[in-house]
């Protein structure tokens, strides 16, 4: 298959162009984002390593409209993303751009299943949701046996494993159909094998779905399952790896 990831002709899926992001603490200022071009292709799977507190979570969080960069551009598809109103960013963010946590971040009360359903309770509010409830239950359903978990639709956060949440967080960020994947370090908290479970899982939805992804890890194995590794230093980006697992023949 003809791979023209980098071309500039191309749109990509998720674009940074000279992002700057700096913290003040105290009376200094902290530069952790120094002009940052960063690029994901349409159907792409980039990790993205570095140091702790060298930026990615910055990084991951500008790109999900969860902050505000001090300068430079976030372009989501051709169509730039960051100035847009907060009405219309509240909108990509529960259509277009899906997001997962090392800490899950899941809502203690809820099940497995009604947890995957509220991105779509938030979209549609009460009355539409009415309506629309028996197909989006039954999307929900599919999700969650895709990963594993159709014995665990009426489990509540605290009766699953690590891994049954993080997949369970998945299956809501995919429920509203996103065109891209953030994922914050997400095996951050689990055993290696519930990790490299949750890793399989995206790669196989970024193989198969075509879903594009953005991966934050510090850990090199994890990275590697990767179409390519992106590192984090001293407030730039650089290409460290591309097809470092011989993925994107
Ligand atoms: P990483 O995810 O790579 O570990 P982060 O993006 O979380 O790094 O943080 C980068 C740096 O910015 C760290 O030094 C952190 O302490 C600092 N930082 C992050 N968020 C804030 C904030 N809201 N206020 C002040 N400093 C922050
Ligand atoms: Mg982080």
């Known amino acids: 298959m003809s791979n023209l990831s980098g071309s500039p002709r191309n749109p990509a899926m998720l674009e940074t162009r000279q992002i700057r992001k700096r913290y003040r603490s105290g009376n200094t200022m902290l530069e952790v984002l120094r002009g940052v ?6 159907g792409g799977f980039v990790a993205v390593v570095g140091q702790s507190g060298s930026g990615k979570s910055t990084l991951l969080h500008l790109m999900g409209l969860l902050d505000a960069p001090d300068a430079g551009e976030v372009w989501l598809d051709g169509q730039r993303i960051d100035s847009l109103p907060a009405r219309e960013r509240d909108r990509l963010r529960n ?15 809820l099940t497995a299943l009604e947890n995957v359903l509220t991105p779509l309770l938030i979209r549609h509010g009460f009355s539409d949701w009415f309506r629309r409830r028996r197909a989006a239950r039954q999307e929900a359903e599919e999700l969650l046996d895709r990963f594993g978990l159709s014995g ?3 489990h509540r956060p605290r009766q699953l494993s690590g891994g049954e949440m993080q997949r369970v967080a998945i299956a809501r960020a995919l429920i509203t159909h996103p065109r891209v994947l953030l994922a914050d370090e997400p095996t951050g908290n689990l055993d290696e094998e519930s990790g490299a479970g949750i890793i399989d899982a995206l790669s196989e939805l970024n193989r198969e779905k075509g879903l594009s992804i953005v991966l934050v890890t510090h850990d090199a194995d994890i990275a590697s399952q990767a179409r390519s590794i992106v590192r984090l230093t001293a407030g730039k980006v650089e290409t460290v790896a591309t097809d470092p697992a011989g993925s994107a023949a």
Request: glycine letters at 4%; charged letters at 20%; zero cysteines.
């Open 37 to 42: 071009d960063f690029r994901l292709d349409p």
């Open 95 to 109: 259509t277009a751009i899906g997001m997962v946590f090392q800490a899950y971040h899941l809502l203690p009360e």
């Open 152 to 154: 665990r639709l009426q």
